[in-house]
Protein backbone atom coordinates (compact mmCIF):
# COMPACT_ATOMS: atom_id res chain seq x y z
CA UNK A 1 0.00 0.00 0.00
CA UNK A 2 0.96 3.71 -0.38
CA UNK A 3 1.02 4.66 2.95
CA UNK A 4 0.80 3.71 6.47
CA UNK A 5 -2.19 5.19 8.89
CA UNK A 6 -0.62 7.24 11.86
CA UNK A 7 0.10 5.10 14.32
CA UNK A 8 -2.95 6.80 17.13
CA UNK A 9 -5.33 6.11 13.83
CA UNK A 10 -5.12 2.10 13.85
CA UNK A 11 -8.52 0.29 14.47
CA UNK A 12 -8.59 -2.39 16.92
CA UNK A 13 -9.26 -4.94 14.21
CA UNK A 14 -5.60 -3.50 12.26
CA UNK A 15 -3.87 -3.96 15.44
CA UNK A 16 -5.07 -7.39 16.37
CA UNK A 17 -4.42 -8.38 12.67
CA UNK A 18 -1.04 -6.97 13.19
CA UNK A 19 -0.04 -8.46 16.15
CA UNK A 20 -1.39 -12.24 14.97
CA UNK A 21 1.02 -11.83 12.37
CA UNK A 22 3.94 -11.49 14.49
CA UNK A 23 4.86 -14.28 14.81
CA UNK A 24 5.02 -15.81 11.28
CA UNK A 25 6.41 -13.08 10.14
CA UNK A 26 9.34 -12.98 12.48
CA UNK A 27 10.22 -16.13 11.58
CA UNK A 28 10.34 -15.53 8.24
CA UNK A 29 12.98 -12.85 8.78
CA UNK A 30 15.15 -14.80 10.70
CA UNK A 31 15.00 -17.38 8.00
CA UNK A 32 16.06 -14.88 5.36
CA UNK A 33 19.00 -13.06 7.47
CA UNK A 34 20.06 -16.71 8.89
CA UNK A 35 19.60 -19.26 6.81
CA UNK A 36 21.37 -21.78 9.20
CA UNK A 37 18.10 -23.66 10.47
CA UNK A 38 19.91 -24.22 14.17
CA UNK A 39 20.53 -20.79 14.14
CA UNK A 40 17.15 -19.60 13.67
CA UNK A 41 16.00 -21.67 16.03
CA UNK A 42 18.22 -19.76 18.84
CA UNK A 43 16.40 -16.73 17.12
CA UNK A 44 13.20 -17.72 18.05
CA UNK A 45 13.90 -18.71 21.54
CA UNK A 46 15.81 -15.89 22.11
CA UNK A 47 12.60 -13.58 20.50
CA UNK A 48 10.46 -15.47 22.82
CA UNK A 49 12.72 -15.03 26.23
CA UNK A 50 13.01 -11.33 25.05
CA UNK A 51 9.59 -10.83 24.86
CA UNK A 52 7.91 -13.36 27.29
CA UNK A 53 10.34 -14.78 29.77
CA UNK A 54 12.72 -12.14 30.93
CA UNK A 55 9.89 -9.55 31.38
CA UNK A 56 7.71 -12.08 33.09
CA UNK A 57 10.82 -12.63 35.48
CA UNK A 58 11.75 -9.34 36.21
CA UNK A 59 8.36 -8.75 36.92
CA UNK A 60 8.69 -11.88 39.55
CA UNK A 61 11.16 -9.35 41.40
CA UNK A 62 9.65 -6.23 41.69
CA UNK A 63 8.29 -5.30 44.79
CA UNK A 64 5.20 -7.04 45.56
CA UNK A 65 5.94 -9.94 42.74
CA UNK A 66 5.17 -13.50 43.45
CA UNK A 67 9.15 -13.97 43.93
CA UNK A 68 10.30 -11.03 46.34
CA UNK A 69 10.42 -13.13 49.29
CA UNK A 70 12.77 -15.69 47.74
CA UNK A 71 16.34 -15.11 47.03
CA UNK A 72 17.26 -12.39 43.95
CA UNK A 73 19.48 -14.88 42.41
CA UNK A 74 16.55 -17.64 42.12
CA UNK A 75 16.40 -16.18 38.13
CA UNK A 76 19.57 -17.01 36.08
CA UNK A 77 19.34 -13.40 34.04
CA UNK A 78 18.88 -11.64 37.51
CA UNK A 79 20.61 -11.24 40.38
CA UNK A 80 20.05 -8.87 43.48
CA UNK A 81 17.28 -7.12 41.41
CA UNK A 82 20.04 -6.50 38.41
CA UNK A 83 20.14 -8.19 35.44
CA UNK A 84 23.45 -10.29 34.91
CA UNK A 85 26.30 -9.47 32.11
CA UNK A 86 25.30 -12.70 30.33
CA UNK A 87 21.93 -11.45 29.78
CA UNK A 88 22.55 -7.57 28.61
CA UNK A 89 25.09 -9.85 25.69
CA UNK A 90 22.02 -12.07 25.17
CA UNK A 91 19.57 -9.13 24.25
CA UNK A 92 22.48 -7.27 22.51
CA UNK A 93 22.29 -10.44 20.27
CA UNK A 94 18.47 -10.51 20.13
CA UNK A 95 19.07 -6.49 19.22
CA UNK A 96 21.40 -7.08 15.98
CA UNK A 97 19.53 -10.34 14.73
CA UNK A 98 16.28 -8.89 15.21
CA UNK A 99 17.17 -5.30 14.02
CA UNK A 100 20.13 -3.83 11.65
CA UNK A 101 23.43 -6.30 12.17
CA UNK A 102 25.92 -4.72 14.21
CA UNK A 103 28.60 -7.27 14.13
CA UNK A 104 31.19 -5.08 16.58
CA UNK A 105 28.45 -4.54 19.73
CA UNK A 106 29.00 -7.76 21.11
CA UNK A 107 32.33 -7.82 22.04
CA UNK A 108 32.54 -3.80 22.87
CA UNK A 109 29.71 -5.13 25.72
CA UNK A 110 32.02 -8.17 27.05
CA UNK A 111 34.68 -5.75 28.05
CA UNK A 112 31.97 -4.66 30.78
CA UNK A 113 32.17 -6.76 34.67
CA UNK A 114 29.55 -8.27 35.63
CA UNK A 115 29.38 -6.25 38.41
CA UNK A 116 29.42 -2.58 36.11
CA UNK A 117 26.28 -4.23 34.77
CA UNK A 118 24.28 -5.46 37.55
CA UNK A 119 25.36 -1.91 39.21
CA UNK A 120 23.91 0.26 36.57
CA UNK A 121 21.07 -1.92 35.59
CA UNK A 122 19.63 -1.78 39.06
CA UNK A 123 20.22 2.15 39.78
CA UNK A 124 18.58 2.41 36.24
CA UNK A 125 15.70 0.13 37.61
CA UNK A 126 15.27 1.75 40.59
CA UNK A 127 14.85 4.90 38.75
CA UNK A 128 11.65 3.52 36.99
CA UNK A 129 10.23 2.67 40.36
CA UNK A 130 6.79 4.55 40.76
CA UNK A 131 5.46 3.45 44.39
CA UNK A 132 1.62 3.84 44.20
CA UNK A 133 1.29 5.24 41.23
CA UNK A 134 0.33 3.18 38.03
CA UNK A 135 1.46 5.93 35.27
CA UNK A 136 3.98 6.25 33.10
CA UNK A 137 7.15 7.40 34.04
CA UNK A 138 8.22 11.06 33.05
CA UNK A 139 10.22 11.81 30.21
CA UNK A 140 12.94 13.09 32.89
CA UNK A 141 13.08 9.43 34.40
CA UNK A 142 13.69 7.68 31.59
CA UNK A 143 16.69 10.11 30.53
CA UNK A 144 17.58 9.89 34.35
CA UNK A 145 17.48 5.87 34.02
CA UNK A 146 18.43 5.81 30.24
CA UNK A 147 21.71 8.04 31.36
CA UNK A 148 22.53 5.02 34.00
CA UNK A 149 22.63 2.12 31.49
CA UNK A 150 24.21 4.13 28.97
CA UNK A 151 27.57 4.84 30.96
CA UNK A 152 28.52 1.27 30.22
CA UNK A 153 30.34 0.15 27.19
CA UNK A 154 28.59 -0.58 24.49
CA UNK A 155 25.63 0.24 25.38
CA UNK A 156 24.45 3.59 23.29
CA UNK A 157 20.64 5.40 23.49
CA UNK A 158 19.02 2.08 21.67
CA UNK A 159 20.25 -0.42 23.69
CA UNK A 160 19.94 1.18 26.71
CA UNK A 161 16.25 1.38 25.94
CA UNK A 162 16.34 -2.35 25.43
CA UNK A 163 17.31 -2.79 28.96
CA UNK A 164 14.42 -0.38 30.37
CA UNK A 165 11.72 -2.00 27.88
CA UNK A 166 12.44 -5.50 29.68
CA UNK A 167 11.58 -3.94 32.81
CA UNK A 168 9.22 -1.76 32.11
CA UNK A 169 7.54 -3.53 28.48
CA UNK A 170 4.34 -1.02 29.25
CA UNK A 171 5.19 2.16 29.19
CA UNK A 172 8.66 2.87 27.79
CA UNK A 173 9.08 1.42 23.98
CA UNK A 174 11.93 0.14 23.11
CA UNK A 175 13.94 2.12 19.90
CA UNK A 176 13.52 0.46 17.03
CA UNK A 177 13.99 1.42 13.14
CA UNK A 178 10.55 0.18 12.15
CA UNK A 179 8.29 1.64 14.88
CA UNK A 180 10.62 5.80 14.40
CA UNK A 181 9.97 5.85 10.56
CA UNK A 182 6.70 4.65 11.02
CA UNK A 183 6.00 7.70 13.20
CA UNK A 184 8.37 9.76 11.31
CA UNK A 185 7.51 8.77 7.60
CA UNK A 186 9.32 11.96 6.45
CA UNK A 187 12.40 10.76 7.86
CA UNK A 188 12.41 7.08 6.47
CA UNK A 189 15.19 7.74 3.54
CA UNK A 190 17.07 9.44 6.52
CA UNK A 191 20.15 7.29 8.57
CA UNK A 192 19.25 7.73 12.36
CA UNK A 193 21.98 8.63 14.95
CA UNK A 194 20.40 6.73 17.31
CA UNK A 195 20.73 10.06 19.81
CA UNK A 196 18.75 10.36 23.04
CA UNK A 197 17.14 13.36 21.31
CA UNK A 198 16.00 11.23 18.54
CA UNK A 199 14.59 8.52 21.47
CA UNK A 200 12.85 11.16 23.22
CA UNK A 201 10.88 12.34 19.73
CA UNK A 202 10.01 8.88 19.35
CA UNK A 203 8.98 8.50 23.28
CA UNK A 204 6.57 11.70 22.97
CA UNK A 205 4.60 10.50 19.95
CA UNK A 206 5.02 7.33 21.19
CA UNK A 207 3.13 7.67 24.48
CA UNK A 208 -0.16 9.68 22.86
CA UNK A 209 -0.47 6.19 21.17
CA UNK A 210 0.02 4.15 23.53
CA UNK A 211 -2.87 5.85 25.88
CA UNK A 212 -5.02 6.44 23.06
CA UNK A 213 -4.71 2.30 21.75
CA UNK A 214 -4.58 1.11 25.12
CA UNK A 215 -2.00 -0.95 23.66
CA UNK A 216 1.36 -1.76 25.61
CA UNK A 217 4.61 -0.72 24.28
CA UNK A 218 6.30 -4.13 23.60
CA UNK A 219 2.85 -4.43 21.48
CA UNK A 220 3.50 -1.36 19.63
CA UNK A 221 6.54 -2.58 18.71
CA UNK A 222 5.28 -6.05 17.13
CA UNK A 223 2.93 -3.57 14.98
CA UNK A 224 5.72 -1.50 13.91
CA UNK A 225 7.91 -4.85 12.88
CA UNK A 226 4.84 -5.97 11.27
CA UNK A 227 4.44 -2.72 9.49
CA UNK A 228 7.92 -2.44 8.10
CA UNK A 229 8.14 -5.90 7.32
CA UNK A 230 4.93 -6.04 5.30
CA UNK A 231 7.07 -7.33 1.89
CA UNK A 232 7.59 -10.64 3.90
CA UNK A 233 3.69 -11.35 3.91
CA UNK A 234 2.33 -13.98 1.79
CA UNK A 235 -1.10 -12.15 0.18
CA UNK A 236 -3.08 -14.19 1.93
CA UNK A 237 -2.10 -12.67 5.10
CA UNK A 238 -1.12 -9.18 3.52
CA UNK A 239 -4.68 -8.75 1.93
CA UNK A 240 -6.98 -8.64 5.67
CA UNK A 241 -3.77 -6.87 7.07
CA UNK A 242 -4.20 -3.81 4.39
CA UNK A 243 -7.76 -4.03 4.40
CA UNK A 244 -8.19 -3.79 7.64
CA UNK A 245 -5.54 -0.50 7.43
CA UNK A 246 -7.26 0.84 4.54
CA UNK A 247 -10.17 1.21 6.84
CA UNK A 248 -8.88 3.26 9.53
CA UNK A 249 -9.72 6.75 8.06
CA UNK A 250 -13.47 5.88 7.47
CA UNK A 251 -14.24 4.49 10.87
CA UNK A 252 -15.26 7.66 12.80
CA UNK A 253 -13.16 8.61 16.14
CA UNK A 254 -13.84 9.22 19.43
CA UNK A 255 -13.27 13.07 20.97
CA UNK A 256 -10.36 11.63 22.69
CA UNK A 257 -8.72 9.71 19.80
CA UNK A 258 -9.49 12.78 17.20
CA UNK A 259 -7.41 15.44 20.09
CA UNK A 260 -4.85 12.66 20.56
CA UNK A 261 -5.03 11.93 16.88
CA UNK A 262 -4.86 15.64 16.13
CA UNK A 263 -2.02 16.32 18.76
CA UNK A 264 0.50 13.64 17.42
CA UNK A 265 0.16 14.87 14.13
CA UNK A 266 0.80 18.39 15.29
CA UNK A 267 3.99 17.03 17.12
CA UNK A 268 5.47 15.26 14.51
CA UNK A 269 4.72 18.07 12.02
CA UNK A 270 6.59 19.84 14.07
CA UNK A 271 9.97 17.61 14.15
CA UNK A 272 9.54 16.87 10.57
CA UNK A 273 9.90 20.60 10.01
CA UNK A 274 12.74 20.79 12.46
CA UNK A 275 14.31 18.34 10.53
CA UNK A 276 13.64 19.61 7.10
CA UNK A 277 14.70 23.49 8.05
CA UNK A 278 18.30 21.64 9.61
CA UNK A 279 18.87 20.04 5.82
CA UNK A 280 17.67 22.96 3.87
CA UNK A 281 20.29 25.46 6.75
CA UNK A 282 23.08 22.87 5.59
CA UNK A 283 22.60 22.58 2.04
CA UNK A 284 22.24 26.78 1.87
CA UNK A 285 25.73 26.87 3.39
CA UNK A 286 26.85 24.33 1.09
CA UNK A 287 26.02 26.21 -1.79
CA UNK A 288 27.44 29.50 -0.40
CA UNK A 289 30.70 27.83 0.29
CA UNK A 290 30.46 25.99 -3.23
CA UNK A 291 29.84 29.65 -4.46
CA UNK A 292 32.80 31.29 -2.96
CA UNK A 293 35.07 28.62 -4.15
CA UNK A 294 33.93 29.08 -7.48
CA UNK A 295 34.36 32.84 -7.87
CA UNK A 296 38.01 32.54 -7.07
CA UNK A 297 40.95 32.47 -9.72
CA UNK A 298 42.35 29.53 -9.65
CA UNK A 299 46.43 29.76 -8.72
CA UNK A 300 48.92 29.78 -11.65
CA UNK A 301 50.66 26.61 -12.09
CA UNK A 302 53.79 26.30 -10.30
CA UNK A 303 57.31 25.76 -12.00
CA UNK A 304 58.75 22.58 -12.98
CA UNK A 305 60.64 22.97 -9.57
CA UNK A 306 58.10 23.64 -7.83
CA UNK A 307 55.57 20.40 -8.60
CA UNK A 308 55.36 17.94 -5.96
CA UNK A 309 56.57 14.55 -7.59
Known amino acids: MASLPSPASLSADAVQQALNLYPALVEKAYRGKLKDSK ?23 KPGGEN ?8 ADIVHGALTKNAVERLVQWKITHGHSRPFLPAMVRKNEPTAVQTQTKLAWEKLQAPNTTAPPSTSTVTAALDLVCKLTGIGPATGTLILNV ?3 VNIPFFQDEMFAWFFPATKGDKLKYTQKEYLQLLEVAQHALKKLGLKAVELEKISYVLGHMELLLPTERKPLEDALMGIETKPLSEEGKQAAVLEDKEISSIQAEKRMSTKTGLKRASSKLE ?5 EPPPPKRRSQRIK
Open 39 to 61: KVADALERDQWRYEDLPAAIASM
Open 167 to 169: YDP
Open 68 to 75: EAKQPSSH
Open 292 to 296: VDNSR
